[in-house]
Each structure stands twice: as structure tokens, then as C-alpha cells.
């Protein structure tokens, strides 16, 4: 019999959970929004970043979180050089499935990079207040959890307010919504991809940040993220930033739910689960999908 207080713990968990999903979901968001590009790499991106701010914190004493002045604009700056030195590259009419095979290559690449200058050791980061937990109503929640939730939350924000009220948000969901119309009316939309793509690694800086906080990291962990991550923008619908936002919440909820009567292992079968509900009754997902009705 599970207890109100356990139970009420892992609501919590979940919803903290479930917000660093949205922003891990919503840079992926993005590429399919913006150029229909399947990123793969997305999640090795996430986890190179997490190494960046273990690297940092390991030869400066400083909190991780300040990494972030460095890799946000790295991170931006590269997606922006991927997207016209590679991903623009490729043929239109194949360009989502050749994308796919192209960030797979990326992200072997960037996990064997790992493995060779950090070695396949595991690494965690040790912080002062890595242990430290709050008391709420009964459940005890992690300190390093909270703070990851906060960045999430806003990063969301931020993405939030910059795609609907600055001019380049309004280009970039213009260039998402109908590319050709965009062009129409004078928007650039080779260059508004470009700084798109470059926003998406952005959110993975950010995420693998926030990942470092509370995870032990290791070359290869990007492979246990990339399902997950993929689930949730089919549930939410391919294209739709606050359906997949919403995709996240509920799927993180369901997990550490699921967690309390079959284990942190079967417990993650929520994401594959709602992925074939979804693909079997619903192809354009539950929360949105506006852009995956016209494909």
C-alpha cells in the first residue's frame, strides 16, 4: 500500500521531471518545426554540454550553473554553423530521412569524441548542496532538482516570450507555420533557420546544465534520452512547442508515478507506450501537431 506522503513525493518528482523534459522536447521542436530535420544528435549534444559544465566545475571551484555564459552562445553559434554548413546541404525532397542518418553520424561522432578525451568513466558532480533536501507538506525534494526545474522553467519562458513577442519570433514561427508565405512577405528564411537551429542547441546547453546538476553522466548516456525525447514531440505533435511542453509534463508524471509499483527500469515504458497509442489513433498527437497534419 503506498502512502499519501509517497505518493505525494513522487506527483512532485514528476512535475520537476517533467519540465526538464519540455525543455530537452522543445529544442527538438524546433529542428521539425523550422526545416522538418529529425536531430538525433540532439541528445548527444545534451550530454556534451553536461560534460562542459563538469569540466568547468572540476578545474575553476565555480557552480556549474555559471558555464552556462560560455556554452549558451557556443552552443547557439554552432547550430547556427551546422545548419549551413550541413543540414541546408541536403536535397529537399529527402531531406528528413537523410537528416536523420546525418545527426546519427553527428552523434556517434560527438560520443566517441567523449569517450576519447574523458574516457568512458563515469562522472558526477559533487556540489555543496548536492545533498541537501526541503521538507514540503511531507515530501522531501532535492535541492539540485529544484534548481534544474527553475532553469527549465526559465528557459521555457524565455523561449516562450522571444517566439511571441520579438520580431525574429514572429519570423521564426511564420518561416514553422508556412515557409513560402514567409518568403512572400520579405523574411529571410535561410537566415531565420539558421539562428532557429542555433536556438534548439541552445536549449540542449541548458538542459545538459541542468542534467549535470543531478545525473551521473557518461558518453553514451545520450542514447537513453533520444526515446524518450522523441515520444514526447510525436505526443505532443511534430512542430508544436507547447504541445510537446505539455507532452512532457504528462509523461514525466506518468513515469515517476509508474516508478512506485514497477521500478525506475519499466517505468519509463510510458514514453513508448503513449509513442505507439499515439502513431496508432492520433498520428498528428494529442497536444498540437498543426505542421504534422500537413505531413
Same mark, same amino acid.
Given at each position: 500500500?503506498? *502512502? ?5 513525493? *513522487? $506527483? ?13 522536447a ?45 556554452t ?28 536523420v542518418?546525418?545527426t ?5 561522432? $560527438? ?7 574523458f ?5 558526477? $558532480? ?13 515530501a ?18 524565455g ?24 518568403q ?16 534548439g ?12 546538476l ?14 524518450p525525447?522523441?515520444? $514526447? ?7 508544436s ?39 496508432a ?15
Amino acid at each position: 500500500m503506498v *502512502s499519501g506522503s509517497l505518493l505525494f513525493q *513522487s $506527483i512532485i518528482l514528476g512535475v520537476l521531471l517533467g519540465g526538464l523534459y519540455a525543455l530537452l522536447a522543445a529544442g527538438l521542436t524546433l529542428y521539425f518545426g523550422i526545416m522538418r530535420v529529425v536531430m538525433i544528435a540532439h541528445s548527444a549534444f545534451l550530454i556534451l554540454a553536461a560534460y562542459l559544465a563538469w569540466y568547468f566545475h572540476r578545474e575553476t571551484g565555480l557552480d556549474p550553473l555559471l558555464s552556462l555564459v560560455i556554452t549558451v552562445p557556443l552552443f547557439f553559434v554552432m547550430g547556427v554553423a551546422m545548419q549551413r554548413m550541413l543540414i541546408a546541404r541536403l536535397r529537399p525532397l529527402t531531406l528528413t530521412m537523410m537528416s536523420v542518418l546525418l545527426t546519427f553520424a553527428i552523434a556517434l561522432v $560527438i560520443e566517441g569524441l567523449l569517450g576519447y578525451v574523458f574516457s568512458g568513466t563515469q562522472r558526477r $558532480i559533487q556540489l555543496g548542496y548536492s545533498g541537501t533536501s526541503i521538507e514540503f507538506f511531507g515530501a522531501r525534494v532535492a535541492v539540485v532538482k529544484l534548481i534544474a526545474f527553475g532553469l527549465a522553467a526559465a528557459a521555457l519562458l524565455g523561449l516562450y516570450l522571444l517566439l511571441k513577442k520579438s520580431r525574429f519570433g514572429h519570423a521564426l514561427r511564420a518561416t514553422m507555420q508556412h515557409k513560402e508565405a514567409a518568403q512572400l512577405v520579405g523574411i529571410n528564411t535561410d537566415r531565420v533557420a539558421g539562428y532557429g537551429f542555433g536556438l534548439g542547441l541552445a536549449t540542449a546547453a541548458i538542459g545538459g546544465t541542468a542534467l549535470a546538476l543531478d545525473s551521473t553522466i557518461y558518453p553514451s548516456l545520450h542514447w537513453h534520452w533520444i526515446g524518450p525525447l522523441m515520444a $514526447i514531440i510525436v505526443v505532443g505533435g511534430l512542430g508544436s512547442v507547447p504541445g510537446a511542453a505539455i507532452a512532457a509534463m504528462v509523461l514525466g508524471l506518468g513515469q515517476s508515478l509508474l516508478q512506485l509499483p514497477l521500478g525506475t527500469t519499466w517505468a519509463q515504458t510510458v514514453f513508448y507506450i503513449a509513442l505507439f497509442g499515439t502513431l496508432a489513433f492520433r498520428p498528428q498527437g494529442f497536444f498540437g501537431g498543426r505542421l504534422a497534419q500537413r505531413f
